[in-house]
């Protein structure tokens, strides 16, 4: 199913299919939101979410966000006290009731990176300790352990637990890794694959509807990186407003020309995977290259490592090795075919490998 055809089918069935599965499970689903290694932007970007918006989701749509601790008052009191859950449970806070006690677990969301390293004198996963438990410090690497298990659907939201993101990226030295890396590790079984949605931030309303379409009892057909394929099944370049100035050689010089071409400026939108120039962002008002910034390749998997970067010289993208250049691009892509065979041929020549499989390349260093 396209992007198109899902967004119209769920935009305006997805309150309606909170309630129905909030109604099947007694009248909550209960979400535990685990922050891992990440700058929490994920959480801000879902504040942005507009079908529905987020407090419409927790507050009247059956969606009990036991754990979320960016949206939690000091006390813990969003979502667990309503849940029925007292300070007389196994532990002093829900994130704790859902990991090691009976709380039910119906959605884990991960925001961050695992991360899986052994500082000195410590111990795996030391790196991310998030508090104790009996006595005993509790790592997040332990928490997504027990909570994927327990959990019906896993959904790794944004770039970080999908991909790595910046933790895992150059020059990593806690072994940060992607969520389903971790949970092999560790040989963790989930009910379901783990579903992954990338980006720096993730879209907060390709969330809100991969997890309408699991709460309805069937899970999205995803790509061989565990992407829903309704997002991530073509390229910006493909569907981006600039194309007309792509393919009639109209190169931007500035980031402020309202027109032209970022090509030569670095853009990544001919070799990242996303429905950004399709549904936008922010209920359907833009995105960046619309916006006027170019693409980084946020979503992409070897993000912020080459050839995704934002913060490497433009020059990088300049695809020499076609023995095309900024002048003559234009004029080849006119051509037709040739135009096609040249973006293909920039996405090779940009990837160590096609970008389906660059995520293997992101290893320690
Ligand atoms: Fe748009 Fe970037 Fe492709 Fe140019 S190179 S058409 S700005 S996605």
């Known amino acids: 199913m396209g992007v198109g055809a899902v967004v119209t089918l769920y935009s305006s069935e997805i309150k309606r299919v909170f309630a129905q599965a909030a109604a099947q499970g007694g009248g909550k689903i209960h979400l535990i939101w685990l922050n891992l290694a990440s700058d929490t932007g994920c959480t801000i970007s879902m504040l942005q979410a507009s079908n529905p918006d987020l407090i419409e989701a927790v507050e009247t749509l059956g969606v009990s966000a036991d754990f979320w601790k960016a949206l939690m008052t000091p006390d ?40 899986t390293g052994t500082p000195t004198g410590g111990s795996q996963g030391f790196f991310c300790t998030t508090g104790s438990y009996n006595g005993s410090p509790v790592t997040g690497y332990e928490l997504l352990q027990k909570l994927a298990t327990k959990a019906s659907y896993v959904v790794a939201i944004g770039q970080c637990s999908s991909f790595g993101g910046i933790p895992a990226g150059k ?20 009910k379901n694959p783990v579903i992954n949605i990338p980006g720096c931030p993730a879209n907060p309303d390709w969330t809100l509807v991969t997890l309408a379409t699991v709460l309805q009892g069937f899970s999205p057909d995803l790509d061989d990186q565990g992407r829903p394929m309704a997002f991530f099944s073509s390229y910006i370049h493909d569907n981006c407003p600039r194309r007309d100035a792509y393919d009639g050689g109209q190169m931007a010089k500035t980031f402020d020309d309202p027109v032209g071409c970022f090509w030569d400026l670095g853009c990544k939108g001919p070799i990242t995977l996303s429905a950004c120039a399709k549904t936008k962002w922010n209920s359907g008002t833009s995105f960046c290259t619309q916006a006027g910034p170019l693409c980084y390749g946020c979503m992409h998997p070897n993000f912020p490592d080459s050839p995704t970067s934002g913060f490497f010289t433009p020059s990088e993208l300049t695809p020499t090795l076609l023995g095309l250049t900024v002048d003559n691009v ?24 096609e970008e389906p499989e660059a995520s293997e390349e992101k290893t320690p260093e």
């Open 171 to 190: 020059g990593n030295v806690t072994g940060a890794v992607t969520v389903t890396d971790a949970l092999s590790a560790a040989s963790v079984a989930t």
């Open 330 to 353: 234009g004029e080849v892509a006119i051509a037709g075919a040739a135009g096609v065979l040249a973006v293909h041929g920039v996405r090779r020549s940009l990837g160590k490998k």
């Open 76 to 115: 813990y009191d969003l979502g667990w006290v309503t849940a029925g859950y007292t300070e007389e449970d196994l532990s002093q806070v829900p994130l704790l009731n859902a990991a090691f006690g009976s709380a039910p677990v119906d959605i884990l969301v991960v925001e961050g990176t695992p991360q």
